[in-house]
């Protein structure tokens, strides 16, 4: 029998499709990067990965009393998304202001700071991410984690999933804005599910989910 739910736990984990790794160095330098171990297509995977691992940094900063920041950056990124997918012609590819933070190519001594995010699809669909992090300063380094990872896919992306990360950020404000706050635990998955999806929403037919 144990062996049985241990299989079923397996199962149930979904495939390990990739991770996520996000280091800071002194001297504000930082490194972003995505190691795929399982997917035929990682260029349409790292949409729904980036739009879980942006929940989830919502999601902390709302657990750290950092809700102001949380509000900061959603604010910002409305007009990220607006800027690129600005014009009929490809998507717009600007250069995020970082602040103090410059992007590394190699790592120059050991990391100060990591995120790292483990990604998972079920077999009968959806997505998990676990997400591990070292405390300290969560109002600066998060966001800026999330800022730099939005950058390497700026930079690389090809344009039709960029332009499909981007609509998925703007709806993902949407669903928070109408259905569920991001600091709520079950925004961590439906809010991702949603902004991958048609759905829409009338705001004057908006009502919380229960």
Known sequence: ?????????RQDRGLHKATVRVDFFPENQVIPQILWLSSNSPEADTVPLILLVYAR??????????????????????????RVLDGDGPPQRPRLPLGHLKLAAEAPQPAVKSYRAEFYEFAAGGFRLDFEASLGKEGFYLPGAFLVLLQSCLDTLAD???RRLTRGLGRLHLYYR???????????????????????????AATPEV
């Open 1 to 9: 029998m144990f062996k049985r739910l241990l299989h079923r736990f």
């Open 57 to 82: 940094v919502l999601y902390e900063l709302a657990e750290l009393n950092e809700g102001r920041v949380a509000r900061e950056l959603i604010r910002f990124l409305d007009q990220v998304c607006a």
């Open 160 to 162: 039709d999933p960029l």
């Open 178 to 204: 109408y259905r569920r706050d991001f600091w709520e635990g079950g925004a961590l998955t439906s809010g991702p599910i949603f902004a991958l999806g048609t759905e829409e929403i009338r705001p004057e």
